[in-house]
């Protein structure tokens, strides 16, 4: 696990879509895991001016997305899909066949997820996973609880995470409860892991995840199982890490080494 802890969230976004830029030279049918929510923001305007500015081709890559709330039609403007369209696909060229949700509407939802765990094993697997972690230690929809082996599926979304999304749903609506999510199980087995989490909300999430035992609790805390997983902190996210001094060394020996690794 690299925990590398950064003076900006621009400086990590900046770090994080370099690392998926320059993995997409290296392959360009890259397979990517997108997150939403505030915290890869960054990262999908970086990658959106590599396209305009330096010409990058995404015209090859297939993507698959963590979570999507179940019943919340593509035209809302919280859907995923909707916010990804927004913050990322209306910006490079991926093609939208290449662009794939779990299943959030309609019938046979267990084979359809199924069907989902299906369509990234035939790309060969997820080549780099980006991630967020919830105030409660989730990641995708992955709550409390979660089992460590899960797949995708349906889940309930907890009482925090309801409060936690209500601030984006107008006076009178409900945010969803129920959303469908890649599994735990599915996350561990992209070939790379990208975390990122700023401000101060998230110390305890990040360091239950980093320095906590691995628990189900705190389904965070599986990515230390990982072999290639980063958390790209800030310093208010990393705040409450005992080893942080540390974390910030690693980062400044790991600028000094670039060339020799």
């Known amino acids: 696990m690299r925990v ?17 830029l320059a993995a997409l030279r290296e392959k360009p049918d890259l397979v990517l895991g997108l997150a939403t929510g505030s915290t890869p923001i960054g990262v999908y305007a970086e990658l959106i001016r590599a396209h305009r500015t330096e010409g990058i081709d995404f015209s090859r890559v297939r993507t698959f997305n963590l979570d999507e709330y179940l019943d919340l039609p593509a035209t809302h403007e919280q859907s995923y899909r ?19 949700f779990p299943p959030s509407e309609g019938s046979d939802l267990l084979e359809r997820c199924r069907e989902y765990e299906e369509d990234i094993r035939r790309t060969g697997g997820i080549d780099i996973q980006i991630l967020g972690i919830g105030s409660n230690g989730h990641i995708g929809f992955n709550e409390p609880t979660s089992s460590l082996a899960s797949r995708t599926r349906v889940k309930t979304l907890t009482d925090k995470t309801l409060r936690d999304n209500s601030r984006f749903y107008r006076g009178g609506e409900e945010p969803p409860q129920l959303a469908c999510t890649m599994g735990i199980g599915t996350i561990l087995e992209a ?52 080893l942080r001094e540390y974390h910030r060394r690693v980062l400044e020996n790991e600028e000094r080494l670039r060339h020799r690794l």
């Open 4 to 20: 590398l802890v950064f003076d900006s969230a621009e400086l990590a976004a900046r770090r994080v879509a370099g690392e998926v």
């Open 82 to 100: 909707h916010f990804m369209d927004r913050y990322l696909f209306s910006g490079i060229n991926v093609p939208p066949s290449q662009i794939h």
């Open 191 to 242: 070939k790379k892991v990208i975390l990122q989490a700023f401000g101060a909300k998230k110390a305890d999430a990040v360091r239950a995840a980093v320095e906590g035992p691995v628990s189900s609790f705190c389904p965070g805390s599986a990515l230390q199982l990982h072999p290639d997983v980063s958390f790209c902190l800030d310093h208010e996210s990393a705040s409450k890490l005992s």
